[in-house]
């Protein structure tokens, strides 16, 4: 069975929404089409949400966590009924990845890999609350007794995008409803499919009615969500231009936010680093999922008189990435998701060149690849921090290297952008490594790799956004903290 066979054959309810525990058909008419990035085909529509139906979901989700029981069930149940969603998503594994690899063009050697974080987040979560501490028992300034009470924020709006749909979705739903919220879920419109099959497994989990809610829908209708009276925080994953917009709203009212945004990662290379022990992780992560991850280590910064070496191991390793077909267990990268992606590649490829980056590798189609959003992992050298494409974010498979003078010079240019999400310290002193990791602007810093682990925060610093996501920290940004005093 094919990518879009599985995707199509997988999903019952297609053509419904998922509203107050029931599979419901929309309020309108619009439908949302996905299209395969590699055939350029329409592989599969779904209902696109209209603003009668985030008011319907709204309601649902606010009667839900108003007056229903998923607030008052006691933490050791919600974190029970998650434990049952994760083993539901962990039983449909294969079609994860194949809903993931159809809808965006991720290999599915990657997807396979990457898709048990669902399952893993939902179990970490309802593990992590059944011991979670949610009152905290003091005595003030004055020998009065307190209770410090973590309490749910209530009705959160789980937005997101499209390029890791289901994983970014779990990081969100995951920890609110083991916080108690309940959630009106927003995903993509260019990848809802992934969002229905959560939906099956929170439903057969036997969650109750209303806390969570699916409406895949555009841009306005998501711009009606944030604006809802009824919401009562917003989590977005996706561009920061969009971060600050949603911000914006969310100000008029106070309501709660958090965001995990836009990045532009610099991987730093120390003058003792070795470099064949540093490629295996730099050539995977430089440019991931077509480098359209927002942690991608798209600044490649190289001492003066190391630069030539690095760039020419690097450049070898690049090459040998097999592009093609992303079904194929082989290739190690596909297209890109979409044509609009396409664009915006070529583009900042062609205001490289125009701003006097020398092209070392890749810029234009790979051979043999007249039919879907394909391009060659491309690689600059000899580029300035002032470049466009060293400060603006691509989202595609394009490295800029950039060469540095000492420690200082380095940490300075790592640090000269607005984004400051996650990075990578290359060194074989690994105490040295997490002294120039502490000088790093960014969320989050990988001595020797890039890792990301779903159950430590994850989150950015700058213009990459507020609060955290995964661990401890993800679960404590849906709490509301109360303080209780006995006089």
């Keep these: 069975m094919n990518a879009v066979t599985q995707l199509q054959s997988s999903i019952k309810n297609p053509h419904l929404l998922f509203i107050g525990g029931k599979w419901q058909k929309p309020a309108g008419s619009g439908k949302l089409t996905v299209i395969s990035p590699v ?29 229903g029981p998923w607030p008052r069930m006691s933490a050791q149940d919600r ?42 987040l939902f179990e970490y979560y309802g593990k992590l609350i ?20 973590k309490e749910p924020v209530g009705v959160c709006a789980a937005i997101t995008p499209w390029n890791a749909p289901l994983v970014l979705l779990c990081y969100k739903v995951a920890a609110g409803l083991a916080a108690g919220c309940t959630i009106v879920a927003k995903p993509a419109p260019e990848t809802p499919a992934d969002a229905y099959i959560l939906a099956e497994c929170i439903e057969a989990a036997g969650i109750p009615p209303g806390v969570f809610n699916l409406i895949p829908a555009g841009r306005e209708t998501g711009d009606y969500l944030i604006r809802h009276p009824g919401i009562d925080k917003i989590s977005f994953t996706g561009s920061s231009a969009a ?35 540093a490629l295996p992780s730099l050539v995977q992560f430089s440019m ?5 991850v927002c942690f991608s280590l798209t600044r490649v910064l190289v001492p003066e008189k190391r630069k030539q070496e690095i760039l020419d191991a690097y450049v070898a390793a690049i090459k040998t990435v097999k592009v093609g077909d992303p079904m194929d267990p082989a ?33 234009g189609r790979p051979k043999g690849f007249d039919r879907g ?37 380095a ?36 001595v020797n790799g890039l890792i990301v682990d779903p159950e430590l925060p994850f989150g950015g610093f700058k213009q990459s956004g507020t609060g955290r996501e995964g661990g401890v920290e993800g679960l404590d940004t849906y709490f509301e903290m109360k303080t209780i005093y006995f006089a």
């Design 331 to 363: 290739t190690q990268m596909g297209p890109l998701a979409m044509q609009r992606q396409l664009t915006r590649v070529q583009g900042y490829i062609a205001k490289g060149k125009e701003e006097g980056a020398k092209l070392a590798l890749g810029g």
């Design 79 to 120: 974190g029970k009924a998650l434990l049952k969603v994760a083993e539901l998503l962990r039983a449909r594994l294969p079609e994860l990845a194949a809903t993931w690899t159809a809808q965006v063009g991720a290999p599915i050697s990657l997807t396979q890999y990457l898709s048990g974080q669902p399952p893993q």
């Design 243 to 277: 971060g600050r917009h949603i911000a914006a709203v969310a100000a008029e009212r106070l309501a709660r936010t958090s965001f995990e945004l836009g990045g532009k990662s610099a991987a730093i290379f120390l003058e003792d680093a070795d470099v064949a022990k």
């Design 39 to 67: 055939t350029e085909q329409a592989i599969m529509t779904f209902p696109e949400a209209s603003t009668a139906d985030v008011d319907a979901a709204v309601a649902a989700a606010r009667k839900a966590f108003d007056t």
């Design 130 to 149: 059944q011991s979670y501490k949610l009152i905290d028992e003091r005595v003030g300034s004055y020998k009065e007794k307190a209770r410090i009470v």
């Design 373 to 409: 959003w394909y391009v060659e992992p491309t690689v600059f050298t000899d580029v300035q921090p002032s470049m466009t494409i060293a400060r603006e974010e691509i989202f595609g498979p394009v490295v800029s290297f950039i060469s540095y003078t000492d420690i200082d010079d």
């Design 411 to 446: 940490v300075r240019k790592a640090n000269d952008t607005i984004y400051g999400l996650h990075g990578a310290v290359y060194t074989q002193d690994a105490e040295h490594g997490y002294e120039v990791a502490r000088r790093v602007r960014s969320g989050s810093v990988t």
């Design 288 to 292: 991931p999922i077509t480098g359209q």
